[in-house]
T-cell receptor, first 114, second 115 residues
Framework: EADIYQTPRYLVIGTGKKITLECSQT?????MYWYQQDPGMELHLIHY???????EKGDLSSESTVSRIRTEHFPLTLESARPSHTSQYLC?????????????FGEGSWLTVV | AQSVTQLGSHVSVSEGALVLLRCNYS??????LFWYVQYPNQGLQLLLK??????LVKGINGFEAEFKKSETSFHLTKPSAHMSDAAEYFC?????????????FGTGTRLTIIP
């Protein structure tokens, strides 16, 4: 069982608001990821981090930003939310090749921008 | 570059029947392959993974998958479907080496179980 937590699980917010989706893991994993998934669709990598102070953009362009100040924490921020940001955001972490490259997922944060 | 193709966005099987979900991959290096399951309004749960050991991999909930290099396939099977198996299933590939553990996902297959 993976110990990775996301808050909030569900959020409805107005256009133009700033939001931060929190993600924490207690496994000491160096690698963390954010995936975006529209309902019924595939997952797309939007951000990843291979360690503290390391962040990279993923395969899908996103207006969100991330930070990695602590190993266990990888928050995602939208400075000004828009309806096009409505989606599910999934946080994940991995211990790397020593752990078989397995990526563990949190339960997701459903964001609705109205 | 790596990619995954899942054949059939929707699969329906009767309760007790064989489940077969198809996955083909493309990778320039020996891949790691994964199957994840997603229940409604939840995150992804790892079902099983292939990491270059045994080609037949057994996972949770009675699922298994066989890595076939010659066919570049990693199909997921279960001998007898249960109602609780109804969910979305994602195949994913990760390229080994270079510290690259980014997963590339297929488009998913929604499994429906008919009573």
């Amino acid at each position: 069982e993976a110990d990775i937590y996301q808050t909030p699980r569900y959020l409805v917010i107005g256009t133009g608001k700033k939001i931060t989706l929190e993600c924490s893991q207690t496994m000491g994993h160096d690698k963390m990821y954010w995936y975006q998934q529209d309902p019924g669709m595939e997952l797309h990598l939007i951000h990843y981090s291979y360690g503290v102070n390391s962040t990279e953009k993923g395969d899908l362009s996103s207006e969100s930003t991330v930070s990695r100040i602590r190993t266990e924490h990888f928050p995602l921020t939208l400075e000004s939310a828009r309806p096009s940001h409505t989606s599910q955001y999934l946080c994940a972490s991995s211990g790397g090749q020593a752990f078989g490259n397995t990526i563990y997922f949190g339960e997701g944060s459903w964001l609705t921008v109205v | 570059a790596q990619s995954v193709t899942q054949l059939g966005s929707h699969v329906s099987v009767s309760e007790g029947a064989l489940v077969l979900l198809r996955c083909n991959y493309s990778s320039s290096v020996p891949p790691y392959l994964f199957w994840y399951v997603q229940y409604p309004n939840q995150g992804l749960q790892l079902l099983l993974k292939y990491t270059s050991a045994a080609t037949l991999v057994k996972g949770i909930n009675g699922f298994e998958a066989e890595f076939k290099k010659s066919e570049t396939s990693f199909h997921l099977t279960k001998p007898s479907a249960h109602m609780s198996d109804a969910a979305e299933y994602f195949c994913a590939v990760s390229e080994t080496g270079f510290g690259n553990e980014k997963l590339t996902f297929g488009t998913g297959t929604r499994l429906t179980i008919i009573p």
